[in-house]
Every structure is written in C-alpha cells, then in structure tokens.
C-alpha cells in the first residue's frame, strides 16, 4: 500500500473508531456527516487495497486493531469489511437520491 494510503487509513481508523466512540454506526455517522461522498469513495478504494494485499492477515488484524484503539472485536478483518460495505450503500444511496433532484 502507498504511504500516503496508509496514513490515510490510520488517520480514518484512529479518528472514527476509539475508545470514546460507542459503537460502529455512530462512527459510521460521524463518517457521513463529516466526509463528502468523494472523500468516502476515496476511502472505500483505499480499504479495499488494504484488504486485497497479500500481506500477512495476522498483521492486518493487529493494524485494524491498533489503529482503531482496540474497538473492534474478534474480527477485525470482517469489520473493515463490514465498514467499507456500509460505506459503499451510503455513497450509491446519496447518489441515487441526488439524482432524483436534478
């Protein structure tokens, strides 16, 4: 992953899950409301890289865990993915909904 994706991903991951944060959907909603539907299809692109690379998954795992401060649970991988899908609906949901107004 490029280190300019990398900082990204622990900026996103540190910043939306910690240990003041009360669940995943409330991260989730602070994502929505703060990032722009680029930003969060940017995100969505650069999860993805993250989670298809052939490193190792124990060491995927202990990023996730690290960076998101110990929130996640038995599995972080799933709930990265879990994250980016929710993510992914939002985006294509805003879209649909912005060109019914056009």
């Known amino acids: ?9 622990k900026h ?5 899950w910690h240990q003041d944060v ?3 959907e409330s991260g989730l909603q602070d994502v929505f409301v703060e990032q722009s539907p680029e930003d969060i ?8 890289t993250f989670l298809e690379e052939s490193a190792d998954p124990d060491s995927k795992r202990a990023f ?3 960076w998101a401060d110990g929130v996640v649970t038995d ?16 985006v294509g949901w805003i879209t649909k909904a912005s060109d019914l107004y056009v």
């Open 1 to 9: 992953m490029k280190p300019e994706f990398e900082e990204r991903l």
């Open 12 to 16: 996103f991951l540190g910043g939306y």
């Open 22 to 24: 009360p669940s995943t």
């Open 41 to 48: 299809r940017e995100l969505t692109r650069i999860i993805r």
């Open 64 to 66: 996730i865990d690290h």
């Open 75 to 90: 599995d972080p991988i799933g709930w990265l993915q879990g994250i980016m899908r929710k993510m992914e609906e939002f």
